[in-house]
């Protein structure tokens, strides 16, 4: 538990700084689509590791598209919060 919450700080810091130092050179924040990817991930394995942990089982179909579905939310919050998201390729 005490890991999931200092995860939880360590990716909103990230997500900060980002954005602070975005605003700070007056430009949008960027991520590239493999770091959404990233963050979407380690945060929706993070729900399930507290789903785990009061006993709460999933089959595999339903966290593949829990995956996706996460994803694609956490995606559209990244953008309404104002970060641009870029193509792997756009970022080099």
């Known amino acids: ?12 810091a990230l997500v900060q700084a980002l954005a602070n130092d975005a605003l700070a050179n007056d430009i949008k924040p960027r ?12 945060q929706y394995e993070m729900l399930l590791d ?5 006993g709460w089982t999933f089959p595999a179909d339903q966290i593949k598209h829990g995956y996706i579905r996460h994803h ?3 995606r559209l919050r990244l953008l309404n919060e104002g970060y641009g998201i870029v193509s792997d390729t756009a970022a080099l």
């Open 1 to 12: 538990m005490l890991r999931n919450l200092l995860f939880a700080a360590m990716l909103t």
């Open 31 to 42: 991520l590239t689509e493999a770091q959404v990817w990233n963050l979407s991930n380690r």
């Open 50 to 54: 507290g789903a785990r942990q009061r």
């Open 72 to 74: 694609e939310e956490f």
